[in-house]
């Protein structure tokens, strides 16, 4: 300090040290740097700033971080009342994207945040599927679906399906007579493992036995699996189902079949569609072949192009109301799959061609040779027709005497009939008497003649 007058200023006093106070930081922790270590833990490292920008004695670090998808649901606080360079974050999310930003803090407050950084923890075993669902249950199948986990921890490579019995399988707890005479009868007390690659979300379970209780287990895989998640299941149509159509009866034309059934007891409520199954003979499994075939229909018409060429099937035809699937009707007759070629393509349909096309040449050419002799003779005909017509001539009529006028009249009559076609250009008349009667006779003239 120092004193002054109107004269001038005086000299100052000695200086003295006083503190005023800290201010809040003014710049973020610089060079943050994130490191995955783990599943569940990121490794987060920083440098402080410049001390002109600390305004003090840096007291700590406050570490926010949140996943990149749900920031306002998940953003988290640490604190570090310690100046050190690093923090290890735990207990987070596998696979997880993550934000970071680090601000530091001193005795006047906090100072701004850093720019958030990005870090993904490592994959991890998945969560449980969110569910498990079945459908179109019959009496030796089902539809099996579930739910993606609700934490997936990781690139999801496929699930682990496992089933078996819930007691063991006897011929005396299968209600399916027919299923015990298949070629493969099912219900085998055995586990069955299912591995199921990609992300489907279902699987058509078969060769399951009649009225029996299977218990189902499935869970998700990244780099390993992860909890299961379990149901029960059991096999058959459930109460107020429809009862089982009439025995089909099968009808073929070339490459289409035609399935014939009646209707069986619709059940606690109206029927809503029918369901026709399929099994290689040979083999015993029933598959779902034509779905949603109208309810009022008791025929279903289908190309064998759907089929295993040469393989022979059965069929059977189901009911499905409100209440599901119904009983199966009884199998029908096996019938082959193998397409029947059209007649135009038989070998006797190419020999009965060719046979009539030989016939209708062999008929043609006979006709042409029959009208090539009928025009020969008639020319002949005509050349001995115009010499008999030229044959009498006008000498030969006169020098007939009277005496032998019935010689004439016969000649006459014999050229008449013979010559119908002459046309007479001339009459010569005279007059005869025989025994004293007078006789008028026309003569016709020989010469000239034409005949037509």
């Given at each position: ?26 710049a ?8 995955s ?13 410049p ?16 996943e ?21 974050l ?7 994207t ?7 803090f ?126 029960n ?14 025995e089909?009866?099968?009808?073929r ?5 035609t ?12 029927i809503?569609?029918h ?51 119904g ?62 017509c030229n044959a ?61």
């Open positions: 300090m120092s004193v002054y007058n109107a004269v001038g200023e005086g000299p100052t006093s000695t200086p003295q040290e006083v503190f005023v106070g800290e201010a809040v930081p003014t973020p922790p610089q060079n943050v740097a994130i490191q270590a783990t599943a569940t833990q990121l490794d987060v490292t920083w440098e402080p700033p001390l002109d920008s600390q305004n003090g004695d840096i007291q700590g670090y406050k570490v926010y971080f949140w990149i998808q749900h920031k306002n649901e998940t953003e988290r606080l640490r604190t570090l009342f310690l100046p050190e360079g690093g923090v290890k735990k207990n987070l999310t596998g696979y997880t993550y934000m970071i930003s680090v601000a530091l001193n005795a006047a407050g906090d100072g701004p945040r850093s720019p958030p950084t990005r870090g993904r923890t490592q994959q991890a075993a998945p969560s449980a599927p969110s569910f498990i669902h079945f459908s179109e249950l019959t009496t030796t199948s089902v539809n099996m679906s579930w739910g993606e986990p609700t934490y997936p921890n990781g690139i999801l490579e496929g699930y682990r399906l496992v089933y078996e019995p819930c007691t063991p399988v006897d011929e005396s707890s299968v209600a399916c007579a027919d299923c015990l005479h298949s070629p493969s009868p099912p219900g085998v007390s055995k586990i069955v493992t299912v591995d199921v690659k990609g992300a489907p979300f279902w699987m058509k379970i078969k060769d399951l036995a009649d009225g029996v209780t299977y218990n189902f287990r499935i869970r998700a895989k990244t780099f390993t699996y992860g909890p299961e998640v379990e149901a299941i059991t096999m058959g149509p459930g109460e107020g189902a429809p009862g089982p159509p009439g089909p009866f099968i009808s034309y070339g490459s289409a079949l399935i014939h059934w009646s209707n069986g007891d619709p059940g606690s409520s109206p809503t569609h369901v026709i199954e399929a099994r290689p003979s040979d083999e015993g499994l029933w598959d779902i072949l034509i779905k949603d075939i109208p309810k009022e229909v008791t025929s279903y018409s289908f190309n064998m192009d759907i089929l295993k060429q040469g393989v022979s099937y059965d069929f059977r035809v189901i009911g499905v109301n409100d209440y599901g699937y009983s199966p009707s009884p199998p029908s007759a096996s019938i082959s799959a193998k397409k029947v070629a059209p007649f135009y393509e038989e070998w006797w349909f190419l020999v009965v061609v060719a046979l009539v096309g030989l016939i209708f040449i062999l008929l043609l050419v006979f006709i042409l040779i029959i009208r090539g002799q009928s025009k020969k003779y008639a020319k002949k005909s005509d050349s001995g027709n115009n010499s008999n009498l001539t006008h000498g030969d009529m006169v020098s007939l005497d009277e005496g032998r006028f019935p010689a004439l009249e016969l000649n006459n009559r014999r050229l008449s009939v013979k010559n119908s076609f002459c046309r007479k250009n001339g009459v010569y008349t005279r007059s005869v008497t025989s025994h004293g009667h007078t006789k008028n006779m026309s003569l016709a003239m020989a010469t000239p003649r034409t005949c037509l």
